[in-house]
Nanobody, 121 residues
Framework: QVQVAESGGGLVQAGGSLRLSCAASGSIFSINAMGWYRQAPGKQRESVAFITRGGTANYVDSVKGRFTISRDNAKNTVYLQMNSLKPEDTAVYYC???????????????WGQGTQVTVSS
């Protein structure tokens, strides 16, 4: 009932920048938190950053000062601006949206299929 789609991944050299976008669509009444997660080969998925509806943002320590999360509530969209990228940022990046369904007001938590970010040294 809720679809989440990421875009913006790719290949970049170390020190470069990428901007990821994620849009949620479907039977949405409201979205609370939206966040970005990543999973590198052989590692567990980790939370990178999330942002509340009111705009409060949180980051994992390894990306503080380099990544910026923002959102457009009117468009149900969240962005992740990634600067000063490092090879260790290489991973599949997933978007997550938590909110309430329009039809039932039940809570939902939906994930996108992921977008690959590769940082070469």
């Amino acid at each position: 009932q809720v679809q989440v789609a990421e875009s913006g991944g790719g290949l970049v050299q170390a020190g470069g920048s990428l901007r990821l976008s994620c849009a949620a669509s479907g039977s949405i009444f409201s979205i609370n938190a939206m966040g970005w997660y990543r999973q590198a080969p052989g590692k567990q998925r980790e939370s990178v950053a999330f942002i509340t509806r009111g705009g409060t943002a949180n980051y994992v320590d390894s990306v503080k000062g380099r990544f910026t999360i923002s959102r457009d509530n009117a468009k149900n969209t969240v962005y992740l601006q990634m600067n000063s990228l490092k090879p260790e940022d290489t991973a599949v990046y997933y978007c997550n949206a938590d909110g309430k369904l329009r039809t039932t007001l039940r809570s939902f938590s939906s994930w996108g299929q992921g977008t690959q970010v590769t940082v070469s040294s």
